[in-house]
């Protein structure tokens, strides 16, 4: 749903930075010392929980309901104090949302569950707005760069290969049940291989995407998490001379690929930075479904200027 943005009292800066102790276990990150009024949000059917003895004074507790606002992981507060008025939502994220998204008074923002997390609507973001995370990764192809890959002649190959294990057209399975089904019948080695031999051909080609030049203006830590092999992206990256702004790449080096989480936290593993404070930049849909599955904000490629 789209909800307007209005203009608080600033009072929430003294209650998150009172209470952030309390909400970072509920809501999944560190809460920015302030809180986004949202006017007409309707919180109906949201996971939520009441943490008691909250806030003080005639305040009986504060029921959090967990939401994303234009893709970014948030929640809701509202205070259990009796005639609080209920046509004003308060919103705590893990950045301030007026800065990222550059809001102002009657600004429309997309206030969803936590699953919905695909390509929000009318949500753009400045990109040196992304230092105020922790860290950010990105996705690789289509995202940071477009690798020249010859796919329709690696899928002649795969095709060969696991003919035995697979119904109908190759191409028309999810690369993570390939994978799956190649590493059940000891054949992910083989998959890797072809896989890799075309991509690193597909690298020595590669081509910049406008992201590629944001990552200058980057002063937080930056990480590449991508279904191709790593050392395809190692080479295109070291061929568009970004290679010193990277601080790993975690790609196809086992079965377990996005969407998968994991290796969306072995990448903030290797930064010392938390999922609920980081972000994750991907243009495919099984990125933003990493996401969510990961617990950590999202933005499409496309959001970014």
Known sequence: MFCAVVEGQG???????????????????????????????????????????????????VVVHLCRINGIVAGTTVPLIEGYPEEITEVIAPVKLRKLFDLKEEDEVVFSPREEVWKPNGSIV?????????????????????LDVDWEGSYEELKVLMQEYVEGDITEYRHEDVF????????FGGVDDILTKYEIEGAKKASPLKLIEFLDKLSIPISVC?????KAAKIALEGLGVMDKIECIIGRDSAITKPD???????????????????FIGDARSDAETAYRAEMSYLHPDQLV
């Open 11 to 61: 009072k929430g800066a003294y209650f998150i930075e009172e209470s952030k102790g309390e909400l970072e276990p509920v809501v999944g990150f560190i809460p920015f010392h302030g809180t986004l009024n949202l006017r007409n949000v309707d919180t109906r059917g949201l996971q939520s929980e009441n943490i008691e003895e909250l806030g003080g004074g005639e305040c009986k507790g």
């Open 126 to 146: 400045k990109h040196e707005n992304i230092n105020l995370f922790e860290s950010v990764i990105f996705d690789l192809d289509q995202t940071l760069v477009h």
């Open 180 to 187: 799956q089904i190649a590493e059940e019948n000891g054949l």
């Open 226 to 230: 991508t279904i191709n092999s790593p």
């Open 261 to 279: 989480p994991e290796p969306l936290y072995r990448c903030l593993e290797h930064m010392g930075t938390s999922k609920g404070n980081s972000i």
